[in-house]
């Protein structure tokens, strides 16, 4: 689980709690809530943002929020050991025994790969069938980070027809100056409700699906180019210093002193 994802989350719901409780006390925590309000904000916001996407989208788009608040599968130094885990057997025992070396590995896309490498497929097809696959994630990651990005659109939005509703509401009871305070509030409250659907949780869970996806798609980059210099028989030092390239210098160190300053082939 990404703990900054969780926290992000929580801490902001504690910071609108304690807004509102230290300013007004436990009790003011009722001004806050109002059924019509939600139903305006939320319900719309929702309604306007399903009629912007297919059906399967909208609701793989609603369980994007569990992606955002977990660990991206896989990591850099874990891609390149495998990779060079590959390319020590391959230089050893030839390209045929990396069928055997990859049962063990999970990632569908690198195990994909492998087996295009193994059944001697010409290296420019495998960069452009492996590219493709790649390209089809990416815009699926990005269909998913699309819906976020265009319910916090909405939320605002929403959140300012249900303020106009409000308005009109108390306009026309204005001879009754006791409702005016009631009305007013209500009327404002659904934009807070729709700022808080773009700030504390749509515009947030965007961004990060966009880091996730970044993180994944650099992660497959390396695989392909690592997947390309195996087939090409190049020494598993330079394939590594190859993979490398990818990372900021900080990652880079990072990796090394792990690995205790060690290469990564013969």
Request: aromatic fraction near 4%; proline fraction near 3%; glycine fraction near 12%.
């Amino acid at each position: 689980m990404d703990i900054a994802s969780l926290l992000g989350i929580v801490i902001g719901v504690v910071m609108v709690l304690f807004g509102i409780i230290s300013s007004g006390g436990v009790a003011a925590l009722g001004n806050f809530v109002d059924v019509p309000s939600v139903i305006i904000t939320i319900g719309g916001s929702l309604a306007a943002t399903l009629g912007c996407n297919k059906l399967p989208v909208f609701i793989s788009g609603l369980t994007g929020i569990t992606v955002s608040i977990k660990e991206p599968a896989g990591n850099a130094a874990e891609t390149i050991s495998t990779i060079i885990r590959l390319s020590n057997v391959s230089r050893k025992e030839g390209l045929l025994a990396l069928e055997e070396a990859s049962s063990d590995i999970e990632d569908a896309f690198l195990k994909k790969g492998i087996m295009l490498v193994v059944d001697g497929t010409d290296p420019e097809l495998v960069r452009g069938i492996m590219e493709t696959d790649l390209s089809s994630m990416e815009g699926r990651h990005k269909t998913i980070i699309s819906f976020w990005e265009k319910w916090g659109e909405m939320g605002p939005a929403w959140g300012m027809i249900g303020t106009l509703v409000g308005l009109v509401n108390m306009l026309q009871n204005l001879e009754d100056s006791s409702t005016i305070g009631p009305n007013m509030a209500v009327a404002l409250l659904t934009t807070l409700y729709g700022s808080l659907i773009a700030n504390w949780l749509t515009g947030p869970t965007a961004a990060k699906l966009g880091v996730d996806n970044s993180i994944e798609v650099m992660l497959k980059e390396m695989a392909v180019e690592g997947l390309l210099s195996i087939q090409a028989g190049e020494n598993p030092r330079v394939i590594e210093e190859k993979l490398k390239s990818f990372l900021s210098p900080a990652q880079r160190e990072a990796i090394a002193a792990e690995e205790g300053g060690g290469g990564g082939g013969e």
